[in-house]
């Protein structure tokens, strides 16, 4: 049986203007299987939330897809009507956002925002289990159902991120696609939020796109995890082959680098020079040249192939021959 | 909530109070006495001083505040004319519905035209159909109500003489006033909704329904406008108030025997006990509104309604 | 330099460039340099309505040539005296501007300072002022003017005044709640704990501030100023006659529109111009100021 659920095959994303061309997503290649948590990793600007807005169609008009295919389930995404498309969302691929305090509407009582979740795919479900499911959903991320009648401002920040994944779950997608869930809200409820989101995939078999900048998350979370950088993914493996494997690209070096560390006696950060590269006006080569300590003259003229040690992919001319 | 809402109506009376001693005094400033405005100008000083007497003019000020206000809220006797010597009440009651009429037909038309169109300028910003009504909607927002009610007269009743072009007694007077009214502020209402949606559109949660996988259609007219909806309803409430200013116009144009009408009438002649009268009432109508728009918002914005009820703003 | 030289440089710097920037941004609103350029013509024209339009073609009443329709002699036509409209429309345009701007710069006289109080001490000044505002917005705006047009005489200046009282409301609101959302701001602390008086803060940190939102919201609204000015005028209580103002000249029109429609046209058209024209300006300059609001 093919556990391959979500395939990213050369998916390239460019967002045009009558100005300029930005560069988002630059063919990259990902492979989700089921039931396994896969990190995107990489600083703001990367492209990791075109590449997850970009499986559920959800950008905007001035984004287009040049080359690719996304594939769900041997369906290409891409190809697929809009009607049909409706049917994917919410349903059997869900995606949750940063922001929890904007994300629900404030005119809409929680309970009847996850019930609409519910009846836009089950629409001839009688009013009484789909109550019932809003309760059982309610309680699955620790809310009382007693609140499902309170409306979104009457909630605290990490209890609007619960409602928030409750929707998201309510239908038991295979999918779930988070962009940065627990970046908003306070450390103390960043753990909760996480813990919780942890269980429930433990318990649902979801599969899950975690995005973040934020290490910590992907080590307590993903089970593979992939590093972009100016739209590519320049490194990819499982979670132990990318936190204590040998070999790295030395973006990813400078990312692990950069983190404070209590143990150590240095006194300062060793953050990474420069600035990742205008989207609308990449470099010729590889992308992390102008940056990269160990960079050698063919990174400024030729584009790095990919090189891999088994699962562990690197793209890295240091690492070609 | 309801103690709120009480305590708002009680606060319109401190202020038609003061609005009124206020408008008595200008009233009563101005220059020349009403017996000399209303008498031919070859009377005598005492049939002049007679008459003034008899109205009362002769008293000061505050004692003639005074004993109209108290006649209005004992007998909620507004006094008679001093030009005709009708009851102003009388003539008040008469008129009323008519200006009312007027205002209400006038925002009800404003709304129906301006608000839809809103939506879909939003949802289709920048395309022809966008361009061409913002285009309209600067146009006519910029356009006096009389004139636009003087070209709608020319047109359908003069050239075409389709509809009555003065007075008052069947739904087709009714037309071309309301119309003219109707189409500056649905010109508002326009603009309003579009940028209002525009603003809603581009709201996270309306990107959490559409990955929840509602269709296009659902996201805009469920989601977004509902809380597009929300500021859209004070400002209809405001440009109601600013409609019941333009039928006093209107009135005089098409000769229409509402409110305005009588309060122009009254002013030029400075027939005191018509000036109070009509701007009491007309005010409170006015306040009443804002107070029901108030109230109406506060019951469609949860977030309102809840600190209506802890009771603590305003 | 030493460091308060520096410091004022960079306050100057900093408020030159967002100037500068607003001053860019609106350039490139087509629209809005449209209606700035309509209402640059509508100036000049004002200015240099006795050279365009000589005024005795305005006044001089020539029976023989009543209700003339546009012609080479009479670019708009005559009215029901034989008198040129075209010299009264170009004359009229003296009265609306001039109407528009003093009502808008005396609202501003008195609503900025009393929105300004109400907004920084808040308490019972506040509500004194406030409760005034709500007297005076109790009452539809053009009843109120026209109360106090009636009572005191139609003239130009009363007009005016009429025009302006109605509007103090407005700017008391905007700048009050302006001020009140800046005085809650840390800046404005660290001022008072380093000693400034609160004239000075006023003055120099918070208006500033404040005043892209008060040109904004006084721009956009001079335009129903003037319309409501010739709306009084129309009842025959504003400029009276035979001044040419617009809605003077409408309310001449009445009478004879369907044999004259000319009369009624040319007039109704020089307002809205000078309506639409403030208006693409007053959008133009909101948008310019903030952008994010746009798209």
């Known amino acids: 049986m093919n556990d391959e659920l979500l395939i990213l095959k050369d998916l390239e994303v460019v967002y045009k203007t009558d100005f300029e061309t930005v560069h988002a997503v630059n063919k990259i290649n990902l492979t989700i299987h089921k039931g396994k948590t896969l990190g995107i990793v990489g600083e703001t600007g990367a492209g990791k939330t075109t590449t997850a807005l970009s499986i559920l169609r959800l950008l905007p008009h001035t984004a287009k897809y040049k080359t690719g295919s996304i594939f769900f389930n041997d369906e290409d995404l891409i190809a697929l009507p809009e009607r049909e498309m409706l049917g994917i969302r919410g349903d059997k691929i869900a995606m949750i956002f940063q922001d929890p305090m904007t994300s629900l509407n404030p005119i809409m009582t929680v309970g009847s925002q996850i019930a609409e979740a519910i009846l836009l795919h089950n629409s001839d479900m009688n009013s009484q289990d789909v109550q019932n499911k809003v309760d059982e959903v309610l309680r699955l991320v620790g809310i009382s159902p007693d609140r499902k009648n309170d409306y979104p401002h009457q909630l605290s920040g990490g209890m609007k991120q619960r409602i928030v994944i409750a929707m998201a779950l309510v239908c038991e997608p295979e999918l779930l696609i988070a962009d940065e869930p627990t970046t908003a809200l306070d450390v103390t409820i960043q753990a909760q939020v996480l813990a919780m989101m942890r269980d429930l995939r433990d318990r649902l078999g979801t599969a899950m796109i975690m995005i973040t900048h934020n290490l910590g998350i992907v080590a307590q979370i993903c089970d593979d995890v992939a590093v972009m950088y100016a739209g590519e993914i320049i490194e990819s493996g499982t979670m132990e082959e990318i936190f204590s494997g040998q070999n790295h690209h030395p973006y990813t070096t400078g990312l692990f680098g950069s983190l404070p560390d209590l143990s150590s006696l240095r006194s300062r950060l060793s953050p990474i020079s420069g600035l990742m590269p205008d989207p609308t006006n990449l470099p010729e080569g590889c992308s992390f040249s102008p940056r990269c300590p160990k960079v050698m003259e063919i990174c400024y003229t030729e584009k790095p192939k990919e090189y891999c040690f088994g699962t562990h992919c690197i793209k890295c001319h240091l690492f070609g021959s | ?314 | 330099m030493d460091h308060k030289d520096q410091q004022k440089n960079q306050q100057m710097h900093v408020k030159q460039n967002k100037w500068h920037e607003t001053w860019r941004r609106l350039k490139k609103n087509k629209t809005a340099i449209l209606g700035l350029v309509i209402l640059i013509v509508f100036v000049l024209v004002a200015i240099f309505a006795d050279v365009i339009a000589p005024y005795d073609k305005g006044i001089k009443m020539d029976s023989k040539n009543r209700f003339a329709n546009p012609s080479f002699q009479n670019l708009f036509g005559t009215d029901a005296y034989g008198r040129d409209v075209f010299t009264r429309v170009i004359h009229g345009t003296r009265y609306s501007l001039s109407i528009g701007f003093f009502a808008t710069i005396l609202s501003m006289i008195f609503g900025i300072p009393l929105g300004a109080i109400s907004g920084y001490y808040g308490g019972k000044v506040d509500n004194i002022i406030m409760r005034l505002v709500d007297i005076l917005t109790s009452i539809p705006a053009i009843m109120l003017s026209l109360v106090v047009v009636t009572v005191f005489g139609a003239s130009l200046v009363n007009l005016i005044i009429a025009i302006f009282i109605a509007r103090i409301p407005a700017d008391v609101r905007v700048v009050r709640s302006a001020v009140i959302t800046l005085v809650d701001q840390q800046y404005i602390e660290a001022s008072r704990s380093g000693g400034a008086r609160d004239l000075h803060i006023i003055i120099r940190h918070i208006l500033p501030n404040a005043v892209g939102t008060i040109i904004v919201q006084s721009t956009m609204n001079v335009g129903q100023l003037i319309i409501r000015a010739s709306g009084l005028s129309f009842l025959g209580l504003g400029v009276p006659t035979p001044a040419p103002e617009w809605g003077t000249l409408l309310s001449e029109a009445r009478e004879y529109l369907r044999s004259a429609p000319h009369m009624m046209i040319f007039p109704g058209v020089a307002l809205i111009l000078v309506a639409l024209s403030i208006n693409l300006l007053g959008d133009g300059l909101r948008d310019a100021l903030d952008p994010k609001l746009k798209s």
């Open chain 2, 1 to 314: 909530m309801y103690k709120y809402v009480l305590k708002r109506v009680l606060m319109i009376i401190p202020i038609l109070l003061a609005l009124s001693f206020i408008i008595f005094g200008i009233v009563r400033l101005s220059p020349g006495t009403p017996a000399a405005a209303i008498l031919p100008s070859e009377s005598s000083q005492e049939a002049i001083d007679a008459l003034n007497k008899e109205l009362g003019y002769d008293l000061p000020y505050l004692l003639q505040y005074f004993n109209y206000m108290k006649k209005l809220v004992l007998d909620l006797d507004m006094g008679r004319s001093w030009y005709t010597d009708v009851p102003v009440g009388q003539e008040i009651i008469t008129r009323l519905p008519v200006t009312i009429a007027l205002a209400f037909f006038g925002i009800l038309g404003a709304a129906i035209l301006g608000i839809p169109i809103g939506v879909l300028s939003a949802v289709k910003q920048y395309k022809f159909v966008d361009v061409a009504f913002v285009f309209i909607s600067m146009f006519l927002a910029s356009a006096p109500v009389f004139w636009l009610g003087m070209i709608i007269m020319l047109i359908l009743s003069l050239r075409l003489g389709l509809l009555p072009s003065s007075g008052f007694g069947s739904w087709k007077h009714l037309v071309m006033p309301t119309l003219s009214l109707a189409l500056p502020y649905a010109a508002h209402e326009l603009r309003y909704t579009r940028s209002s949606m525009l603003e809603s559109i581009r709201q996270d949660f309306v990107r959490t329904a559409r990955a929840k996988g509602a269709p296009e259609k659902v996201v805009i007219w469920k989601h977004a406008l509902g809380n597009a909806l929300l500021p859209v309803i004070t400002i209809t409430g405001i440009n109601f108030g600013s409609l019941i200013g333009g039928a006093v116009v209107i009135e005089q144009l098409f000769n229409i025997p509402g409110l305005g009408l009588y309060l122009v009438k009254g002013v030029t002649l400075k027939d005191v006990p018509v000036v109070m009268g009509t701007t009491i009432t007309l005010s409170a109508i006015y306040c009443l509104t804002m107070l029901i728009i108030d109230i109406m918002y506060a019951f469609a914005d949860p977030r309102i309604k809840a600190q209506y009820i802890r009771g603590s703003n305003h």
